[in-house]
């Protein structure tokens, strides 16, 4: 099994910045893609960024311009770091990991436990 442990969400105003991390563990052979999804209340999840292992990188719209996002093939660790923060930015922040696993069934996809970003007016 593969777990994946958020961290750095919390409380911020609009304009300012907040770094999320999200570390991968357990019987991993590669993670080809690592990414970030939002749910906000009452809406449904929806794609952040996400970063291939060649760190080839896809963003929402909504956050171009704004968040980056990056990742440490070594510590199978992906970072999300936002700017410009604006309230619709509030919501809870879910890890994703696909790879391949050293156990069976080889092909897995992990999600984090949610991390929770409040961005205040």
């Known amino acids: 099994q593969v777990q994946l442990v958020e961290s750095g969400g919390g409380l911020v105003q609009a304009g300012g910045s907040l770094r999320l991390s999200c570390a991968a563990s357990g019987s991993i052979l590669s993670i080809n893609f690592m990414g970030w999804y939002r749910q906000a209340p009452g809406k449904q999840r929806e794609l952040v960024a996400h970063?291939?292992?060649?760190?080839?990188?896809k963003y929402a719209d909504s956050v171009k311009g704004r968040f980056t996002i990056s990742r440490d093939n070594a510590k199978n660790t992906v970072y999300l770091q936002m700017s410009s923060l604006k309230p619709e930015d509030t919501a809870v922040y879910y890890c994703?990991?696909?790879?391949?696993?050293?156990?069976?069934?080889?092909?897995?996809?992990?999600w984090g436990q949610g991390t929770q970003v409040t961005v205040s007016s």
């Open positions: 994703n990991a696909e790879g391949i696993q050293t156990i069976l069934p080889t092909d897995f996809t992990s």
């Open positions: 970063i291939t292992s060649t760190g080839s990188t």
